[in-house]
Every structure is written in C-alpha cells, then in structure tokens.
C-alpha cells in the first residue's frame, strides 16, 4: 500500500511566500523605473545638443547689461556667430532710445572682417543704428565668431533703455547674416543690451 505525502503549507508560510512575491516585484518596479529612464534622459540630452548644434547664425550685443550715470559714455560690441556657415555680408539694425541715449561712434572692430569685408553703410539716424558688411575678398571664406563693430555712447537722462536688434527671421530686411551658399539669411538668435541710467 502506497502512502502519498502531501506537501501541507502553513498559514505562516503562505504569507511568508506571498511577502517575499511583493518585495521582488516591489524591488523590480523601483530598478525598472531608475535604470530604464535613463536611456531616454540620454537621448533627450542628446536631442537638445543637437538641437543647439542646428542653429545656423546668431548676433549679440556685448555686455548684455550695464549701469551708468548721467553724462557717462560707454561701449558695447556687436558680436557675430556664424558658427560653420560661410558668409557673404551681414547688417546689424540696433534699436535705441534717443532720448536717453546719444550714439558718439561707430567703429568697426575686428581684424578679419576688416581685411574681407567692406562696410558701405554706418549710419545713425534718430532712434536706429545701421551697419553692414559686405564681402570684398571672394577668395577668403569667413566663418566663426567675430566682433562686427563698437558703438560709443553717452547716458543722457536717468532711466532704463536698451538697444535691441530689429530682427525678422527669415527675412532679408532688419539685422540679418547672409550665408554665401544660397544667400539666404540665416540668422537665428539674437540678443540686445540694457542700460540702467542714474
């Protein structure tokens, strides 16, 4: 006669087996959730680098803020970016208040710009400034970063005023970067220059 053992469980070991099941997949859950995030933060990071890869051209205005007084005369550079771009020309538009603001001159700055470029047009007229550069030597490319010009000013009034550049993406009017390729602009970004005046 043949005895079957039967494998009997106890209550206590039941809910022991069930406890160590909850504690697995709890400990699962909480790896799952902090190590399979990570490749999608890595593209999402590597998306954004490629992102700011992609921008094309940008033109600032160089300190980015500034505190003076009344009577006080200052300076601020028109920087460039083509980054890889080769260009052909570029025009600066700088927007102003004359009333707190009186542009003394314009001079432009860097070396490599000045042996391969022409610069037709530096005018101020009564709240804008004008500046553009054209290519002269067709046989030197230029790209990178340079200091397209240095306005002089002085603070007149007391008050907040900025200069910012007139810009319309896209567009062959305002402040723009022609590329030499297709000559299109293909200035991006740009970024203007406040003055606080006491």
Same mark, same amino acid.
Request: hydrophobic share 40%; charged share 20%; glycine share 6%.
């Given at each position: 006669?043949?005895?079957?053992?039967?494998?009997?469980?106890?209550?206590?070991?039941?809910?022991?087996?069930?406890?160590?099941?909850?504690?697995? =997949?709890?400990?699962?859950?909480?790896?799952?959730?902090?190590?399979?995030?990570?490749?999608?933060?890595?593209?999402?990071?590597?998306?954004?680098?490629?992102?700011?890869?992609?921008?094309?051209? /940008?033109?600032?205005?160089?300190?980015?803020?500034?505190?003076?007084?009344?009577?006080?005369?200052?300076?601020?550079?028109?920087?460039?970016?083509?980054?890889?771009?080769?260009?052909?020309?570029?025009?600066?538009?700088?927007?102003?208040?004359?009333?707190?603001?009186?542009?003394?001159?314009?001079?432009?700055? /860097?070396?490599?710009?000045?042996?391969?470029?022409?610069?037709?047009?530096?005018?101020?007229? /009564?709240?804008?400034?004008?500046?553009?550069?054209?290519?002269?030597?067709?046989?030197?490319?230029?790209?990178?970063?340079?200091?397209?010009?240095?306005?002089?000013?002085?603070?007149?009034?007391?008050?907040?005023?900025?200069?910012?550049?007139?810009?319309?993406?896209?567009?062959?009017?305002?402040?723009?970067?022609?590329?030499?390729? /297709?000559?299109?602009?293909?200035?991006?970004?740009?970024?203007? =220059?406040?003055?606080?005046?006491?």
């Amino acid at each position: 006669m043949e005895t079957k053992n039967k494998l009997k469980i106890s209550p206590i070991g039941l809910f022991v087996i069930i406890a160590f099941a909850v504690v697995f =997949f709890l400990i699962g859950y909480i790896l799952n959730s902090f190590f399979g995030q990570r490749p999608q933060k890595l593209l999402s990071t590597q998306n954004s680098q490629e992102s700011a890869l992609l921008s094309r051209a /940008d033109m600032r205005l160089l300190p980015v803020s500034e505190n003076l007084t009344i009577g006080q005369e200052s300076q601020f550079e028109i920087l460039i970016n083509t980054f890889d771009q080769t260009i052909n020309g570029t025009d600066a538009v700088i927007l102003y208040n004359p009333k707190l603001i009186k542009i003394i001159a314009i001079q432009t700055a /860097d070396s490599v710009l000045n042996q391969n470029f022409i610069f037709p047009r530096k005018q101020i007229e /009564d709240g804008r400034i004008y500046l553009t550069a054209v290519r002269d030597n067709l046989s030197q490319q230029v790209s990178g970063q340079y200091t397209l010009a240095k306005i002089t000013f002085r603070a007149l009034f007391a008050g907040e005023a900025e200069f910012n550049l007139e810009f319309f993406p896209g567009e062959t009017y305002g402040s723009t970067i022609i590329q030499s390729q /297709d000559s299109q602009n293909i200035l991006d970004k740009v970024e203007g =220059f406040k003055v606080k005046i006491e």
